[in-house]
């Protein structure tokens, strides 16, 4: 099972994110088998299990505070392979830059799949790029927002839980003030 964890911290970057993303979500990580994330966050001071605390790194699952959180389970045979090419990432640094194209409206200004720094959306389509979906992604714009990625998925068969999906993920403990009845 191939699980993405889509999220927001109480950060106020998290806040501006969601905003210029019209999402609840500014934040996605790959949820590996051991319950760790896997993605790319420039937070110095959240724990780190490997990888770049300033980047691309396993962190536990509850390495910031966070607003909201859900879980996206997709049903393949291919969740090692993604995995694996995500992992080959680790210690790779956030890429800042990333978050500056939100603001850029233009088509194909920035290279999101450069590989010298990833930004969490970005790395996670990356991943999916040639293992998942067996193909290069089309796509118009010079970044992918978490919401971006998400809707990638909109239409997949093999996610299982899109009826639950804006449930409150089972056995979650909840961080102070953390919403999870409505978004």
Known sequence: MLVFQFSSSTAWQSKVIRKLCASPFSHVDLVLPDGNLLGASDSPTCPCISGNSRGVAIRPPEYQRFDIRRQLHIDTDKTNAVINKIKDQLGKPFDGDGVHHFLDDSVYTRNW???????????????????????????????????????????????????????????LNLGVGERFASI
């Not at 799949?113 to 990356?126: Q, V």
């Open 113 to 171: 799949r450069d590989p010298s720094a990833w930004f969490c959306s970005e790395l996670c389509a990356w991943g999916c790029e040639n293992t998942y979906w067996e193909q290069e992604l089309l796509w118009p714009k010079g970044r992918i927002s978490p919401t971006g990625f998400f809707f990638l998925f909109m239409f997949d068969k093999n996610v299982t839980n899109r009826e639950e999906f804006w449930d409150r993920i089972p056995g």
